[in-house]
């Protein structure tokens, strides 16, 4: 297909036939008069050969291919709008800009807490928005993070995309407080045979694949999509869960639950930053990733302190 010969106005007519279905709706939607709009269509049903929109008694219906291509049309009208609102200077003291992150709450809690703070500072005219991943960035990230500006993932999840470099984080345990079968240590034995609260998404279970490498098949009772809630699923009984150190820090203080190491070498979590290259050039994008990378800096650099200053008792002793 040469793009050179295609009205790129016919994509914005596109997704807005597609989504309102309807001439009219569609016109007033894009400033269009009913006229120009139905010429639109007839445009775009002879360049693919499908009526796109059938009518059906007094309304129109999608054929299978507008619904195929109504996804499609949006993703291409997100894509181009962040294609000709890139900029090749950025001046974050007097600029406004909404930036959207997709993210965990555990990457927002962490991260993005700190994130919007070091910002609110330096640009008070940035916004930003964190929306949860939904499962297809894992099947398709390019698509997805073609209309977004960054997924905060864990590297071993996705990969072929560009990425900054954040922090580490190390899995710790969670034990309710008054589990008289836990002692001071867990045990390998412990975490085969106590039932588990995991946080599960259909595209990553951190903790299923941590436990996989020892020869461990959780045995899990509850499963909920943000780690913040693990506390509280163990909270008052024999579950056992995983959850990171910087998240732990804040998230189990409203529960009645005790942190424990991990009775193996878990692997840590080393989060990143993932963005689309259409992004790679935009000043404005340039800005945010060395922003991430400062406050991603800030947090490795706490979680050593806090590491140091929790062993040290321990150096003493010994």
Not at 86 to 93: L, M
Not at 106 to 112: E, R, S, T
Not at 239 to 256: D, G, Y
Request: glycine fraction near 6%; charge should be negative; charged fraction near 20%.
């Amino acid at each position: 297909m040469n793009l050179s010969r295609l009205d790129l106005n016919l994509v914005v007519a596109l997704r807005a036939l597609l989504e309102e279905r309807n001439v009219t709706r569609a016109g007033e939607r894009i400033g269009l008069s009913q006229p120009a709009m139905s010429a639109a269509l007839s445009r775009l049903r002879r360049h693919f050969d499908d009526e796109l929109l059938a009518r059906t008694g007094n309304s129109y219906e999608l054929t299978p291919l507008g619904t195929a291509l109504r996804d499609r049309s949006a993703t291409a009208c997100d894509l181009l709008e962040r294609v000709f609102s890139s900029q090749a200077d950025f001046d974050p003291g007097a600029e406004t800009r909404e930036f959207t992150l997709l993210a965990s709450d555990y990457g927002v809690a962490v991260f993005g807490a700190a994130l919007s703070r070091a910002v609110h500072r330096e640009a008070p005219g940035i916004r930003f928005t964190f929306q949860h991943p939904a499962p297809s960035v894992v099947e398709n990230p390019a698509t997805v993070l073609s209309t977004t500006d960054g997924l905060l993932m864990p590297h071993g999840v996705i990969n072929g995309l560009p990425a900054v470099e954040l922090f580490s984080d190390r899995w710790l345990c969670l034990v309710a407080d008054d589990n008289p079968e836990i002692g001071d240590e867990l045990t390998l034995d412990q975490l085969s045979r106590l039932p588990w609260a995991v946080y599960q998404r259909p595209y990553d279970a951190p903790v299923a694949r941590q436990l996989s490498m020892i020869g461990i098949s959780p045995r899990v009772e509850v499963s909920v999509q943000t780690f913040q809630l693990l506390p509280h699923m163990v909270e008052g009984t024999r579950r056992v869960a995983m959850i990171q150190e910087n998240l732990a820090r804040t998230a189990v203080s409203s529960a009645a639950v005790r942190v424990l190491p991990c009775p193996f070498e878990a692997v840590p979590v080393r989060e990143a930053l993932w963005w689309h290259p259409v992004h790679t050039q935009d000043a404005a994008h340039i800005w945010l990733r060395q922003k991430a990378a400062e406050v991603g800096a800030t947090l490795t650099n706490a979680g050593a302190n806090a590491a140091g200053a929790t062993a040290a008792p321990g150096a003493e002793g010994g």
